[in-house]
């Protein structure tokens, strides 16, 4: 039966074929550890599961909530751009709640995409920002994603030859799945382009709590007029270990904020009253439970990137996010990032993302998340090492899974 059109334009979900062999050798015993998915494995803070129970009793709070989220957890969330940025946001028009980063993103682009409209995004990239926009229609235009002095010449490019013109620009720092981190001054020059051109800023900014350096990654709102042209998605998955809540934000550009609240008000009632509550006594913290759980992430960085260098593979110390954007080992590289994933689980007992489930710019590279704990990532190392050590020796040489079909 021919699919339908919408996913006939989606590629095959590279995770998928990871998922199956992980679920494979789980059946069969093995004790995978898995450092793929960036499923957090923290606990959400006490004070806010509290908050949900005490909530969750009142009857009054099972009904339909609003899609655009309760005017109190819109306030906070301004509240929260004041204090950690500076930025001045209007809760009523500048700020709407999503059922995480991901609905929102998918969401705006159905508000904002006309068919064939092109979108200028990183590559490689979380899948998302992309196929959101393939999936309204519009057409992806790959740019690099290192937000150095390579990235406007890039703009400019794309400007000249991309017919039509580029719609939006999407941006993502701290990157998924790069890690890399981006300065004001790199979204100054970014906000002077894309007003000189007409163009929408979409930011993912997930993870800008979650860095280790103690340099804050700023919010591209941060620069003057910026919100003329610019809407942010941010998330409380990572910052407060809530994923399973689907509690996130958009915030910005006034007439952007409405047409995705429109949309969203066809679609979504909203997250669960009580998950909305308890967001906003969140985010009215005194920010002790981020600094709690930026300092798990931090150790658990500082193991990972010792360990798995004493055991042969060495990688670039993440500034921020919940992951290593990891090169694969030399002898390997030729392989690819799934099949090298695929000889990971196999041989090592160990997941990881491939980067070609990111985009084809990210098929050199795997992504490790930091959803284990220390032991078991040092447990992960020692794995490793022998495998790395056991594919060294021609007479144990190993022979990727494809090529023994």
Known sequence: MEEFHKVRRLPPYVFEQVNRLKASARSKGADIIDLGMGNPDLPTPKSIVDKLCEVVRDPRT?????SRGIPGLRRAQANYYARRFGVKLDPETQVVATLGSKEGFANMAQAITAPGDVIMCPNPTYPIHA?????????????????????????????RHSIPKPLALILNYP???????ASLDFYKDVVAFAKKNDIIILSDLAYSEIYFDGNPPPS???VPGAIDVTVEFTSMSKTFSMPGWRMGFAVGNERLISALTRVKSYLDYGAFTPIQVAATAALNGDG???EEVRDVYHKRRDVMIDTFARAGWTMPAPAASMFAWAPIPEPFRHLGSLEFSKLLIEHADVAVAPGVGFGEHGDDHVRIALVENEHRIRQAARSIKR????????????????ARR
């Not at 099972?62 to 609003?66: E, M, P």
């Not at 990157?175 to 981190?181: D, M, Y």
């Not at 495998?387 to 494809?402: E, G, H, K, T």
Request: net charge negative; charged share 15%; glycine share 8%.
């Open 62 to 66: 099972h009904r339909y909530s609003s």
């Open 131 to 159: 196929f959101g926009f393939i999936m309204s229609g519009g057409v992806i235009r790959s740019l690099q994603v290192e937000p150095d002095d390579g990235f406007i010449p890039a703009l400019e490019r794309g400007i």
């Open 175 to 181: 990157s998924n799945p790069t890690a890399l981190v």
């Open 220 to 222: 591209v709102l941060q």
């Open 288 to 290: 002790a439970d981020i």
């Open 387 to 402: 495998f790395l050590a056991s594919a060294a020796r021609p007479a144990d040489n190993i022979v990727p899974l494809a």
